[in-house]
């Protein structure tokens, strides 16, 4: 059974830091592409980070930019997203996403939608 289960969320304040983490079940993560996603309230879901399963090559979409990073233990088949100098406006629940094919980080940080595996999310909340 295919399966993506994030952990790591809570309460930070402003200027903290935060690890997720996201372990994955019934398949590799090394032969998917993965990614980190979010969803604010009231707002569209949107990407945050993509790593193609081909070349290895990361995209950071512009809400993040230069404060997250992204990276996979293969041992443990997890996958982690480091977040620094949070936000308020950093406020929302997070989700980690597989998929099978390699159309581009940029696409699926593009089209979240199209990323075939979710984790149920886990909240990020940023306040002092």
């Known amino acids: 059974q295919v399966q993506l289960v994030e952990s790591g969320g809570g309460l930070v304040q402003p200027g903290g830091s935060l690890r997720l983490s996201c372990t994955a079940s019934g398949f590799r993560l090394e032969h998917y592409t993965i990614g980190w996603f979010r969803q604010a309230p009231g707002k569209e879901r949107e990407g945050v980070v993509c790593?193609?399963?081909?070349?290895?090559?990361?995209y950071y979409t512009d809400s993040m930019k230069g404060r997250v990073t992204i990276s996979r233990d293969d041992g443990k088949n997890t996958m982690y997203l480091e977040m620094n100098s949070l936000k308020p406006e950093d406020t929302a629940v997070y989700y980690c996403?597989?998929?099978?094919?390699?159309?581009?980080?940029?696409?699926?940080?593009?089209?979240?939608?199209?990323?075939?595996?979710w984790g149920k999310g886990t909240l990020v909340t940023v306040s002092s």
């Open positions: 790593k193609s399963s081909g070349d290895g090559s990361t």
């Open positions: 996403a597989a998929d099978p094919r390699d159309s581009g980080n940029y696409y699926y940080c593009s089209n979240y939608y199209d990323m075939d595996y």
